[in-house]
């Protein structure tokens, strides 16, 4: 019997010691980063300048459609049924040609903002681990449902990321 109370006080031993070095543990909001960061912002221009050509051509087509659609509800009455059915199909057509565009332009623009972002992750991450390293923290968060502001580092990272 002593010799297990023995055996468990030598395996106890250094677990206290090791309970009782304190963790330092650190949070960075990755929301923060997307929405305040240099490289992030530079990122989102770079973004909207790619894409804004493609975006006012659909605007202008939503345009042209809205403007077919309301000639045709005002002359519908005074067409004849062989020419209100080829607006219509136009009118479908152009709907469809739209539809097909703006689809292709969403998926292109989320295909682009998401290799971008994955960009400023990689390099948000790199500083992360510099200033873990440097300031010895044992684990640091991205996301959380809660993070006291005692441990945000969230204002050195973007400050790091600004340089």
């Known amino acids: 019997m002593l010799g297990r109370i023995a055996v468990f006080a030598s395996l106890a031993l250094p677990l206290a010691g090791a309970q009782a070095q304190e963790s330092r543990v650190g949070f960075v909001s990755t929301e923060r980063i997307f929405r305040e960061a240099a490289p992030a912002k530079a990122a989102q221009a770079k973004i909207e300048q790619e894409f804004s050509r493609r975006e006012k051509e659909l605007q202008e087509m939503a345009g042209r459609l809205k403007s ?11 067409l004849a ?6 607006r219509q199909r136009e009118l479908s057509d152009l709907d469809k040609d739209f539809q097909r565009k703006q689809r292709e ?7 682009r903002r998401n290799e971008e972002l ?5 390099r948000t991450n790199k500083v992360i681990k510099q200033i873990a390293e440097t300031e010895k923290y044992d ?6 449902v809660y993070a006291s502001p005692r441990i945000d580092i969230t ?9």
């Open 68 to 78: 077919m659609s309301d000639r045709l509800d005002k002359d519908t009455a005074l």
């Open 81 to 86: 049924e062989p020419d209100r059915l080829k």
């Open 105 to 111: 332009f969403r998926e292109d623009l989320n295909q």
């Open 118 to 122: 994955a960009i400023v992750l990689e």
């Open 139 to 144: 684990i640091v968060f991205q996301e959380a």
């Open 155 to 163: 204002d050195k990272v973007l400050k790091a990321l600004n340089k």
